[in-house]
């Protein structure tokens, strides 16, 4: 028969609330006797009753996160990054992908009040921002990371993807490619958006003009990547970019698949810059010139901003931008003659 909260109770001479503080921090309970009944409950294996725990209005120490898909490395990661932080504040975290597909980020919202968790990091792409404003007013606390909102008060966490863009640029044209095209995720998605922009300006103060025809949107997945670099190295050659930056690093493996299927040796054929720094970068062959995000520190911020709105430690809502740094590897080399 599995112990419950009297077991603990009566073991350690004390009233049921008494135990009730003890787990939860509260009340007048000496750092002593609070030991003594976390011993217990550990030697009796007593586990306290998330649900009860809900509907009594305490914390459940769970909180959701939604990511568009646990299969990207990226987000792998990152959720890693977001459970080890949570699992060290003694919370456990549930993980849901999206796809970005707005009615199943309704659908796990959904479900994840329903387990009435106390928060919410939000990863992944969403088009109808009033599903989180609902959220909010419905008292859930939010935090996004790698993503933003502007239009919402809420903590944030992501990585200057305008000066990784810029960097990607800079680091193409110092080996003296002019001729550079763009894989690139939809448009909506903010961090795309922002890496172009960044890219274009690097370009534009070397003099160097990006053309829309060269930034191919991809859908998130190598495959797509693949068809759409496959598409940019069938233009004839002196037409054909020397170098191609791309958003993330799947798409980077597509260019690089697609390169290998034409014939094209990289990198003394074609350059690729990728974006991310995923384990993925440097086990391709050749290991991948990227934009390294500190994926550790994403997690780790984007799980204590949210920490600090349930504790109403901290009620200012904050965007913390960390900076990437390029890393070069043995994907990218001077430009053809």
């Given at each position: 028969m599995?112990?419950t909260?009297y077991?603990?109770a009566?073991?350690a001479?004390?009233?049921i609330?008494t135990v009730?503080n003890?787990i939860?921090?509260?009340?007048?309970?000496?750092?002593?006797?609070?030991?003594?009944?976390?011993e217990?409950?550990?030697r009796?294996?007593?586990?306290?009753?998330?649900?009860?725990?809900?509907?009594?209005?305490?914390?459940?120490?769970?909180v959701?996160?939604?990511?568009?898909?646990?299969?990207?490395p990226?987000?792998?990661?990152?959720?890693?990054?977001?459970e080890?932080?949570a699992h060290?504040?003694?919370?456990s975290?549930?993980?849901?992908?999206?796809?970005?597909r707005?009615?199943?980020?309704?659908?796990?919202?959904?479900?994840?009040?329903?387990?009435?968790?106390?928060?919410?990091?939000?990863?992944?792409?969403?088009?109808?921002?009033?599903?989180?404003?609902?959220?909010q007013?419905?008292?859930?606390?939010l935090?996004?990371?790698?993503?933003?909102?502007?239009?919402?008060?809420?903590?944030?966490v992501v990585t200057?993807?305008?000066t990784?863009?810029?960097l990607?640029?800079?680091?193409?044209?110092?080996?003296?490619?002019?001729?550079?095209?763009?894989?690139?995720?939809?448009?909506?998605?903010?961090?795309?958006?922002?890496?172009?922009?960044?890219?274009?300006?690097?370009?534009?103060?070397?003099?160097?003009?990006?053309?829309?025809?060269?930034?191919?949107?991809?859908?998130?997945?190598?495959?797509?990547?693949?068809?759409?670099?496959?598409?940019?190295?069938?233009?004839?050659?002196?037409?054909?970019?020397?170098?191609?930056?791309?958003?993330?690093?799947?798409?980077?493996?597509?260019?690089?698949?697609?390169?290998?299927?034409?014939?094209?040796p990289?990198?003394?054929g074609?350059?690729?810059?990728?974006?991310?720094?995923?384990?993925?970068?440097?086990?391709?062959?050749?290991p991948?010139?990227?934009?390294?995000?500190?994926?550790?520190?994403?997690?780790?911020l984007?799980?204590?901003?949210?920490?600090?709105?349930?504790?109403?430690?901290?009620?200012e809502?904050?965007?913390v931008v960390?900076?990437?740094?390029?890393?070069?590897r043995?994907?990218?080399?001077?430009?053809?003659?």
């Amino acid at each position: 028969m599995k112990a419950t909260i009297y077991d603990v109770a009566k073991e350690a001479g004390v009233s049921i609330a008494t135990v009730s503080n003890a787990i939860n921090g509260k009340g007048k309970v000496s750092r002593k006797r609070r030991e003594q009944i976390l011993e217990i409950m550990e030697r009796l294996q007593y586990q306290p009753s998330v649900i009860a725990s809900a509907l009594m209005g305490k914390q459940t120490y769970t909180v959701g996160m939604l990511i568009p898909d646990i299969s990207n490395p990226f987000f792998a990661e990152i959720a890693r990054a977001v459970e080890d932080r949570a699992h060290q504040e003694g919370y456990s975290v549930i993980i849901c992908s999206t796809d970005n597909r707005d009615e199943r980020v309704e659908r796990y919202l959904t479900l994840l009040q329903q387990k009435s968790v106390d928060g919410i990091i939000i990863g992944t792409g969403i088009e109808d921002l009033d599903i989180l404003r609902r959220l909010q007013a419905n008292g859930v606390p939010l935090a996004m990371i790698a993503r933003e909102a502007p239009a919402l008060s809420v903590d944030t966490v992501v990585t200057d993807d305008e000066t990784g863009g810029r960097l990607a640029a800079e680091h193409l044209v110092s080996l003296g490619h002019r001729r550079l095209a763009v894989l690139a995720e939809s448009r909506k998605v903010s961090s795309s958006r922002e890496r172009i922009r960044g890219f274009r300006e690097g370009l534009s103060a070397a003099g160097i003009a990006l053309e829309e025809e060269s930034i191919a949107v991809c859908e998130y997945k190598v495959e797509d990547g693949k068809r759409r670099a496959l598409e940019l190295l069938a233009l004839p050659p002196e037409e054909r970019p020397t170098g191609i930056f791309c958003c993330n690093d799947l798409l980077a493996i597509g260019a690089l698949q697609a390169a290998k299927e034409k014939g094209i040796p990289v990198p003394e054929g074609l350059s690729i810059v990728g974006f991310d720094d995923t384990i993925l970068a440097s086990v391709t062959d050749p290991p991948l010139t990227t934009v390294a995000q500190p994926m550790e520190e994403m997690g780790r911020l984007a799980f204590d901003r949210l920490a600090a709105c349930l504790q109403r430690r901290d009620s200012e809502r904050q965007r913390v931008v960390l900076k990437p740094e390029l890393k070069a590897r043995r994907s990218t080399a001077p430009a053809p003659q």
